[in-house]
């Protein structure tokens, strides 16, 4: 159980600061496309 637990917690700690650079990221891609060249 508590192996499992440790394993959640390391996919937390990954997928936290993935979604926010993604989310970044994203905000960014959207701000550079609207630019009316």
Do not use: D
Not at 16 to 24: M, N, Q, R
């Amino acid at each position: 159980m508590e192996g499992s637990l440790n394993m959640v917690g390391y996919g937390l700690a990954a997928i936290g600061p993935g979604v926010g650079i993604g989310l970044i990221f994203a905000a960014y891609i959207n701000g550079v496309a609207r630019q009316p060249e």
